[in-house]
């Protein structure tokens, strides 16, 4: 009998032990649980925080890509109005033969030209500079650039040059193909980028407003150039060619701009109701 209850006993013990340990046990897991909830707040924190932070990052370097494009844009602006500005006593004649290889000679070959084509005394014209442009090739006499004292001098030329028209040559393109074209053109000294527009992104519209017999010309307002289709300004991304002359482009349709090449063209298949200027810039 006494081993019995010395047997209980020792079972009693043993009892509270188990549960003197499963109560170690249960406050250690709820330590555990708790340093994992607020390990998981934590690290929930660091994430939010995360994220504001490359939110805030997005957004400063979306402002300053614009700061940066502004600038560039402003830049650019402003060079070509500098040209502008200094090519605005110079013209550019085409067309005209010649084996010149000094500045003088230039300058004679091109009165000479003023007076059998455009029918004028070119003794009255005053010229600061005159030469060739670019090197010498195969493809044609190089373009003359003048530079003129008077600006009233060079708009006279520039008005007389009307007389070119009637005369014409064949010329055959790399492809083989025979055109008929102006033999002598004079038009006014414009920068590169004014250049890229108009052949690039003015040019196909000049041609079709050709097509219709319209008149059109090229002319420069401000630091911009623009295409005049009789007498009007004609915006791409606002009008459309008619034999009528200019019309509204439908609402419902808009141009893909690239401002890599400065060309304008329908993008294929989209309509949409809303657009800045009418133009889409992120197709």
């Known amino acids: 009998m006494d081993r019995i209850l010395e047997r209980l006993d020792d079972i009693n013990l043993l009892r509270t032990e188990i549960n003197e340990l499963k109560s170690e046990v249960t406050r250690a897991l709820k330590q555990t649980q708790d340093s994992l909830d607020l390990a998981h707040d934590e690290i929930k ?20 890509d614009n700061r940066i494009k502004d600038l560039r844009d402003d830049f650019n602006q402003e060079c070509v109005a500098s040209k502008l500005y200094s090519y605005k006593y110079n013209l550019i004649f085409s067309g005209i033969p010649g084996n010149d290889s000094n ?48 600006l009233s001098d060079r708009d006279y030329i520039l008005r007389q040059g009307n007389k070119l028209k009637n005369y014409r040559s064949t010329k055959v393109t790399p492809n083989g193909k025979s055109i008929n074209h102006q033999t002598y053109t004079i038009h006014e000294h414009i920068p590169p980028q004014l250049v890229d527009k108009k052949k690039k992104g003015l040019m196909p519209f000049f041609r079709q407003a050709a097509s219709m017999g319209l008149k059109r010309k090229f002319k420069v307002i401000g630091s911009d150039i623009h295409l005049l289709v009789n007498g009007q300004k004609f915006h791409p991304s606002i009008h459309v060619i008619s034999q009528r002359g200019l019309s509204k482009r439908p609402e419902r349709t808009h141009l893909r701009f690239n401002s890599q090449d400065q060309t304008y063209n329908t993008c294929p298949g989209k309509v949409i109701n809303q657009f800045h200027g009418r133009i889409c810039y992120g197709c």
């Open 45 to 64: 924190s660091l994430k939010d925080q995360q994220s504001d932070t490359v939110q805030q990052f997005d957004s400063y370097r979306k402002a300053e």
């Open 103 to 150: 500045k003088r000679e230039t300058e004679r070959i091109l009165r000479n030209f003023w007076a059998e084509k455009l029918e004028m005394d070119p003794t009255e014209i005053y010229l600061a500079d005159v030469h060739r442009m670019g090197p010498v090739t195969s493809d044609g006499p190089r373009n003359i650039i003048a530079k003129f004292l008077q």
